[in-house]
């Protein structure tokens, strides 16, 4: 039996000025504010999947929401309210057109560039002799700019002040909230047995102050190592316990899908679809070191369109 789930939303409320549907959240837009509903759609390889995964919204926004609220002395953020479990509401902040990615290790896209020979990603220099996953000398920024379509683009800090994407003071301050607010996740991960490897926070401005907006620090958008075991799995040359949604792309790939032309998305059976809501379960108490509590209503579209009425 299928676990009850939220594909899309498509309401309208008093007030609302627009709606955006994103891979995986609809976003509703207000004068002032804003209603993001994190659905229970799953993206991988920058296709949509046919079918929804049990919880996934829930888990996303309240792991979102867990770590906006344990940062606000950091940075201030745009989150006012989580009315419902895959509800937050905020100010509507005008997004910054860069994306701030910070990188602890030397994973994912940067060992890709480095193991094809790059020496420099993003202005930013790397010394010989590293092996994938391995430790970076410091945490270094690989900004990229944000693409509506298609893929982000890496850039330097010096092209995004040259080009105008942003002033040179504001440029400085997300600097300065990046390594911060990427400081603090990896303490907080660390306490959980985790790594937090790399990561990547938005920006916006609402009224003249630079706000964080998006979620932060959720598998989606962060990629964990397991702490136990890391050194070894290193000095073995041996592949690291990620915590992420790598799992998908893995489940797809052998699958027989990448997203190319011409591919077709697997059979996603009730059986897959619940072992996928279940990883999701555990990312979630990993990562916020506490018991997942599942919604339990059947009807969830009213459930949430009933408790946006209310809030707003």
């Known amino acids: 039996m299928t ?22 959240r609809d976003v509703y837009f207000f004068d002032d504010k804003l ?3 994190a659905s229970d759609r ?3 390889f920058d296709v949509v999947l046919p079918e929804a995964i049990p919880y996934k919204g829930q888990i996303l926004n309240q792991i979102a929401a867990e770590f906006l609220n344990s940062s606000k002395h950091i940075v201030p953020n745009w989150l006012d309210s989580t009315p419902d479990p895959n509800v937050s509401i905020g100010k509507r902040c005008e997004a910054i057109q860069v994306e701030m990615v910070v990188r602890g290790y030397l994973a994912g896209h940067a060992w890709r560039e480095y193991r094809d020979g790059k020496r420099s990603i993003c202005g930013v220099p790397l010394p ?3 092996k994938e996953n391995d430790k970076l000398p410091e945490p270094i920024l690989t900004p990229t700019t944000k693409a509506h379509e298609g893929h982000d683009e890496d850039i330097s800090r010096d092209e995004i002040i040259a080009q105008g ?6 440029y400085e301050k997300l600097e300065a909230y990046t390594r911060a607010l990427f400081n603090f996740g990896t303490e907080v991960a660390a306490t959980r047995g985790l790594i937090l490897v790399d990561t990547k926070y938005e920006f916006g401005k609402h009224n003249g102050t630079i706000y964080l907006i998006d979620e932060v620090h959720t598998p989606d958008s962060s990629r964990f190592f397991y702490k136990e075991g ?3 799995r290193q000095q073995k040359g041996e592949g690291q316990k990620q915590l992420s949604k790598e799992f998908v792309r893995q489940w797809l790939i052998e699958n027989g899908f990448q997203g190319k032309e011409g591919q077709k998305i697997p059979t996603m059976t009730p059986e897959v679809i619940n072992s996928i809501s279940d990883r999701y379960v555990e990312l979630y108490e990993k990562v916020t070191g ?6 339990q209503d059947n009807d969830i579209l009213h459930r949430v369109e009933t408790n946006i009425k209310n809030a707003l």
């Open 165 to 170: 994407l942003v002033a040179k003071d504001d």
């Open 42 to 44: 799953i993206s991988a």
């Open 290 to 295: 506490k018991n997942f509590v599942p919604s």
């Open 230 to 232: 890391y050194e070894e």
């Open 128 to 130: 010989e002799g590293l």
């Open 35 to 37: 209603v993001m509903v």
């Open 3 to 24: 676990r009850p789930s939220l594909r899309e939303t498509n309401f309208n409320f008093p007030g609302q000025k627009d709606l955006y549907r994103g891979k995986v």
